[in-house]
C-alpha cells in the first residue's frame, strides 16, 4: 500500500510548517531529505522555471570541458614546428 494511502486523509497529518503558514498553497517546497544524485537535474528544492535551468558549476564545468576539447582537436594535429638553423 503507498504511504499516501496510509496517512490520515488529504488534511490530516503535520500540522502547519510555521507562523502564518496556515492558508498558504505551494509554498512549503519539496518534504524529505535531498536525493543523492550525480547530476541534480531537475534541480530538487527549486520552483518554476529555476528547476529546469542549468546551475552555474553545471554551465562552468561544460564551458571548461567544450573549450578544452577546442584546445585539443586544434593543438593535436598540429606538429611541433623545428626550431630553424642561425641565418647566415
Same mark, same amino acid.
Given at each position: 500500500?503507498?504511504?499516501?494511502?496510509?496517512?490520515? @486523509? =488529504? #488534511? !490530516?497529518?503535520?500540522? &502547519?510548517? /510555521? %507562523?502564518?503558514?496556515? @492558508? =498558504? #498553497? !505551494?509554498?512549503?517546497? &519539496?518534504? /524529505? %531529505?535531498?536525493?543523492?544524485?550525480?547530476?541534480?537535474?531537475?534541480?530538487?528544492?527549486?520552483?518554476?522555471?529555476?528547476?529546469?535551468?542549468?546551475?552555474?558549476?553545471?554551465?562552468?564545468?561544460?564551458?571548461?570541458?567544450?573549450?578544452?576539447?577546442?584546445?585539443?582537436?586544434?593543438?593535436?594535429?598540429?606538429?611541433?614546428?623545428?626550431?630553424?638553423?642561425?641565418?647566415?
Amino acid at each position: 500500500m503507498r504511504k499516501a494511502a496510509q496517512s490520515k @486523509g =488529504r #488534511r !490530516g497529518g503535520k500540522p &502547519p510548517a /510555521g %507562523p502564518g503558514a496556515a @492558508g =498558504r #498553497r !505551494g509554498t512549503g517546497g &519539496p518534504t /524529505g %531529505p535531498k536525493p543523492k544524485r550525480f547530476l541534480d537535474y531537475p534541480r530538487w528544492g527549486k520552483r518554476g522555471v529555476r528547476r529546469w535551468l542549468p546551475s552555474w558549476k553545471q554551465m562552468l564545468s561544460v564551458f571548461l570541458l567544450g573549450f578544452g576539447g577546442v584546445v585539443g582537436v586544434w593543438a593535436t594535429p598540429t606538429p611541433p614546428s623545428a626550431c630553424p638553423g642561425p641565418m647566415r
